[in-house]
């Protein structure tokens, strides 16, 4: 089933000179956690606007192409009903919760569909449950930590039950354990519950061993699509503002300095890197 | 001036009045205001300052709301020079201990009226008054943009002190000069702060956006506000009270200090 | 020379931020601070140029006392780059952006157009001299920042998570920039959470844990202490966390390039390995 899909999407901002996105055409199925890569203002997050209908309604310029979501084409289609399938989380822990405690933020986009108050409350229940943060239920959300907002503004998204995340740099402003915990639940919504993810990211290594797919844009096109041990073995990403974990560079070394034929693909953790050499040890 | 946004600011407690429908509460504020406005005799102006203080120790916010009269003091001999000044403009008046009295009462007054509201914004979350909005049928729009005001104070707060920490931090000296060179000197303070302001509620819009606001027409709500039998009775007996207030003004001929 | 001597630092909300920290660094040093958010990283930081002025305890910037001056008078010889720099701006163009903590200091006119000229230039933003602070791209804007602390030379650069939502060659331009700095004879002090990003500096760490320095000594020290980064919720570089899991083929936790850990693991597996 796919969920989202392009056709030659361009996009241009209105008072731009440049194209923002050039033809780019993907497809992502559901229950794929791809992982958007690229460097800053590469049109990640432009791309990722495109699935939830902001672009075109809500930033003016100039769009060629056709985006679909769960078949739904995004120009005949207000972002309030494309939202329901495709939930967006922003970088920015402070600008997305704006009620005055934890369990009014979560219920406010079920309150603007006009839901009615005992399946609000199931669903807020459900949602803090599922981002396991139930303890901050009637907590501000002026005195959490950034990483606790972001798993608050994930579980407001939630709530709406949409069938694929958008997440828009959601790590860029934690520190690396809060921003590893964050991942850690992202995962956890595409593995446990099927969610498809969609996640622009600068910091990969945490990302890589479990996304299903990378996509790396340049300039506004999509230079590389594909299985990450694949790429990460094949090409130089470095040029396109991608990190390389530094585990895979040694892997990339030893594969020049010791025939490293027993090993089947590049390991993407520590474990399992570790795990490869050991079982290479005990032949 | 802080003192007074201080006795203004929520503290979260469990009192009676704490408790009660923040409607109730906001009618007891209107209606204590509406007697200090319709007598100007010192003693019930005084009757109405102790029931304030006394409401303010039962929610035991008392030193706080004290805290705010006695910030107000600046603005309240300010009113009362101005209107003791106005009176002797005016043609035929002259300094007598008349128009000086009339001048006191007219800021006694007006701290009856501070002192009332103090007492409403220390016991009601902005939350409740949020609900109380939408109760009354105010239209969601403005419920939230008043909402996302008060949530959004503290960290435009915050943001403010970062800006000057950051200016200071490249030799901007805020004390020194002239009227005038310091108030160019606020430039970039303010300049950064309103494009913060700016940049803050695009990205708001977007936020909203994504959460489908105004995508309906009715909305619901998860919390609403449900009057108690505690709530019915504090409302019929300051109804009642007021009665009274009003009859003694306009329909007796009882005369008061 | 920055000296701490005893400083604790409460917060008025009555926060203690920084216990009993005492540190000396030494003109021209690299210096890491590092620690988990909340840690004091940044609360010290702002000790530097009297920003915060110690509780007790007293901070001496090149022998003066940051108690007994002002934040103006401390900025002339420390520099600080704060995480969100971006949002000072305020200025028409770059060129009076970065000219505007030259006139807060009295630089004479002819100076401050020679600064101004060279900070753009060894930002590499020459082209946008007259251009608006507030179109420039998010990198453009951290470049600016930068180039403005450094247009009035200060011998001590403090630099707040100099990392945040870079992409990697950005971050590698940084490295650049901190060390030809450094190279000018500047002291350097970082704070950062970004361990590769320090891992790739390598400089001396002063790693902190709930306002209190719990260790301080080399890179290579610091960051194979695993036990104690755990502690204060810091994960290892990578290459540390591989190199303590091959224990097996005999490895010690340890920090290199990856190059060289790959020859290394090269070595030891041919020892083991039994062709067949």
């Known amino acids: ?283 | 001036m802080s003192s007074i946004l201080r006795g203004l600011q929520f503290y979260p407690g469990k009192t009676v009045i704490h408790r009660l429908d923040p409607r109730v509460k906001l009618l007891i504020s209107l209606l204590l205001m509406a007697t200090a406005a319709m007598y100007i005799e010192v003693t019930i102006i005084t009757i109405v300052i102790v029931v304030e203080a006394l409401l303010s120790t039962v929610a035991k916010v008392f030193s706080r709301w004290a805290r705010t009269v006695y910030g107000a003091a600046p603005l309240i001999i300010l009113v009362f020079i101005a209107n003791f000044l106005f009176k002797l403009s005016m043609p035929g008046q002259t300094l007598s201990f008349q128009s000086i009295y009339e001048s006191l009462q007219l800021a006694y007054r007006l701290v009856a009226f501070l002192a009332s509201f103090s007492i409403f914004f220390l016991t009601t979350t902005p939350e409740e008054l949020g609900m109380a909005l939408t109760k009354m049928k105010v239209p969601y729009m403005y419920t939230f943009a008043f909402i996302s005001a008060i949530r959004f104070t503290p960290i435009l707060a915050e943001e403010l002190q970062s800006i000057v920490d950051a200016q200071k931090s490249r030799g901007l000296e805020l004390e020194k000069g002239n009227i005038i060179s310091r108030l160019r000197r606020y430039i970039p303070i303010l300049v950064p702060l309103m494009v913060n302001v700016l940049r803050r509620s695009y990205e708001l819009a977007e936020a909203i956006e994504v959460k489908c606001f105004g995508a309906k027409k009715n909305r619901t709500y998860l919390k609403e506000l449900k009057m108690t039998t505690k709530d019915w009775i504090t409302l019929s007996v300051s109804i009642t009270l007021f009665t009274i207030a009003i009859y003694i003004r306009y329909f007796s001929r009882i005369t008061i200090p | 020379m920055i000296i701490f001597e005893n400083v604790e630092y409460i917060y008025p909300n009555g926060f203690k931020a920084l216990n009993r920290i005492n540190l000396e660094i030494n003109s021209g040093e690299i210096v890491a601070l590092m620690g988990e958010n909340g840690a004091g990283k940044t609360t010290l930081l702002k000790h530097l140029n009297g920003l915060l002025k110690p509780t007790s305890g007293r901070v001496l910037i090149d022998g003066v006392d940051t108690r007994h001056s002002t934040v103006a008078s401390l900025s002339r010889k420390v520099g600080i780059v704060f995480q969100n720099a971006e949002d000072m701006f305020f200025s028409p163009t770059i060129q009076e952006e970065i000219a505007f903590a030259l006139n807060n200091f009295n630089f004479p006119g002819n100076v401050i157009k020679k600064r101004v000229d060279w900070a753009l230039k060894f930002m590499e933003l020459e082209e946008y001299r007259m251009k608006s602070p507030f179109l420039l791209s998010g990198g453009e804007k951290k470049r600016l920042a930068v180039a403005i602390i450094l247009a009035w030379s200060p011998d001590i650069v403090a630099l707040d998570e100099p990392t945040v939502g870079q992409d990697v060659l950005q971050k590698e331009k940084m490295i650049q920039i901190i060390k030809q700095a450094n190279q000018q004879g500047k002291t350097i002090v970082i704070s950062s959470h970004d361990v590769e990003f320090i891992a790739d500096l390598r400089p001396r760490i002063i790693l902190m844990n709930k306002g209190r320095i719990v260790k301080d000594g080399p890179c290579e020290e610091v960051l194979t202490d695993i036990p104690l980064l755990q502690e204060c919720r810091i994960i290892p570089p990578q290459i540390v966390s591989l190199t303590s899991k091959l224990d097996f083929l005999g490895f010690k936790p340890k920090l290199a390039r990856p190059e060289e850990v790959a020859s290394e693991i090269a070595r030891r597996v041919r020892h083991l390995v039994k062709y067949s």
Not at chain 1, 77 to 99: E, R, T
Not at chain 1, 214 to 240: F, Q, S, W
């Open chain 1, 1 to 283: 089933m796919i969920a989202v899909k392009t056709n030659d999407l361009s996009f241009k901002y209105a008072g731009s000179s440049e194209w923002t996105l050039r033809e780019v055409n993907l497809e992502i199925r559901e229950g794929e956690f791809v992982v958007l890569a690229g460097k800053s203002g590469c049109g990640k997050s432009t791309l990722l606007r495109c699935f939830n209908g902001l672009i075109p309604h809500f930033y003016e310029g100039e769009m060629i192409g056709r985006v679909e979501v769960w078949g739904l084409d995004t120009r005949e289609h207000p972002p309030y009903i494309l939202s329901q399938y495709a939930g967006m989380v922003f970088q920015n822990p402070d600008n997305q919760l704006f009620a005055l405690t934890v369990e009014a933020d979560i219920a406010f986009a079920l309150e603007n569909l006009s839901i009615p108050r005992d399946e609000i409350r199931k669903r807020v229940d459900q949602a803090l449950k599922i981002m396991d943060i139930e303890e901050l239920r009637d907590r501000s959300s002026i005195e959490l930590s950034g990483g606790q907002k972001q798993k608050v503004a994930i579980a407001s998204i939630l709530a709406m039950h949409p069938k694929i995340l958008l997440l828009d740099e959601p790590t860029s402003s934690l520190d690396p354990f809060s921003a590893k915990q964050l991942i850690d639940a992202i995962i956890n919504l595409n593995q446990r519950y099927r969610i498809t993810i969609l996640i622009a990211e600068h910091r990969l290594e945490m990302l890589l061993p479990y996304a299903s797919r990378i996509i790396i844009i340049d300039n506004g096109r999509i230079i590389l699509d594909g299985n990450p041990r694949e790429i990460m073995e094949k090409h130089d990403v470095i040029p396109y503002g991608v990190s390389i974990p530094r585990i895979v560079k040694v892997v990339m070394q030893l594969k020049k300095t010791l025939n490293y034929p027993l090993i089947l693909g590049t390991p993407l953790s520590v474990d399992e890197f570790a795990s490869i050499l050991r079982r290479w040890e005990d032949k």
